[in-house]
């Protein structure tokens, strides 16, 4: 069974600054991958997923995740972070077969200052 | 298109009553989710169905039942809820399995009292 893990629980960085979220994943071969956004009060939303191909995927609102198959790894990253962007990021792991449910990780929230 | 919707938004309840969540698409999606959110521990999912008349059970089922008697509706319910069942619960539809996107319901938030 696959398993995700975010190891930053609550990061902090200043608006403009750069972001970097951490994702590490366990399975037996290469899973789909995605990154979900929470924002206060919301369900979650989907900001970008890797299947096959191309290593770096671009998603919605100007981030983008680079797949790292040798570090089991899906970092989600941001070259200039906004206020709006405060909220909390769970990536999530699928198996490619079957009817496995995604797993998700326990989330990393993001405080954003001024 | 209203999506996912959830209702009620809002709920409290003493320790032994019962309540019914319900969850509706309007997606014409195969798949249906019912997940716990608490903090510090993610999204956990409680049961999931992969078609109409079909669920399963998730990784934290127990105190809970669901059914799944239309495509576009899946219910969860609290036979008689526990403090512990105290969470935000949220409901998420997809076409089909894991590599398609989830669909988020707003959320149902239950303080059991």
């Known amino acids: 069974a696959q398993s995700v893990t975010q190891p930053d629980i609550h990061i902090t960085v200043s608006e403009g600054a750069s972001l970097e979220l951490r994702c590490n994943y366990s399975y037996g071969a290469t899973p789909y991958l995605f990154w979900y956004v929470q924002s206060p009060g919301q369900g979650l939303q989907l900001l970008l997923k890797?299947?096959?191909?191309?290593?770096l995927v671009q998603g919605i609102k100007g981030f983008e995740a680079e797949f790292k198959r040798s570090q089991s790894s899906f970092n989600l990253r941001k070259p200039s972070v906004h206020w709006s962007d405060a909220a909390e990021y769970f990536c999530a792991v699928g198996a490619r077969s079957g009817n496995t449910p995604l797993v998700f990780g326990k989330g990393t929230r993001l405080s954003v200052i001024a | 298109n209203a999506g996912v919707t959830q209702t009620p938004k809002f709920r409290v309840l003493k320790t032994g009553q019962s309540m019914t969540l319900l969850c509706a698409q309007d997606?014409?999606?195969?798949?249906m989710y019912w997940y716990r959110q608490d903090p510090g521990m993610g999204l956990r999912l409680i049961h999931y169905s992969v078609g109409e008349g079909t669920t399963a059970k998730g990784e934290v089922p127990d105190g809970y039942n669901v059914s799944r008697l239309k495509k576009q509706n899946f219910l969860l319910g609290l036979e008689s809820a526990a403090p512990s069942q105290t969470s935000v619960y949220f409901c998420?539809?997809?076409?089909?399995?894991?590599?398609?996107?989830?669909?988020f319901g707003p959320g149902t938030r239950l303080t059991v009292t």
């Open positions: 890797y299947f096959s191909g191309d290593t």
């Open positions: 998420a539809s997809t076409y089909g399995p894991s590599s398609y996107e989830q669909y």
């Open positions: 997606m014409n999606h195969e798949y």
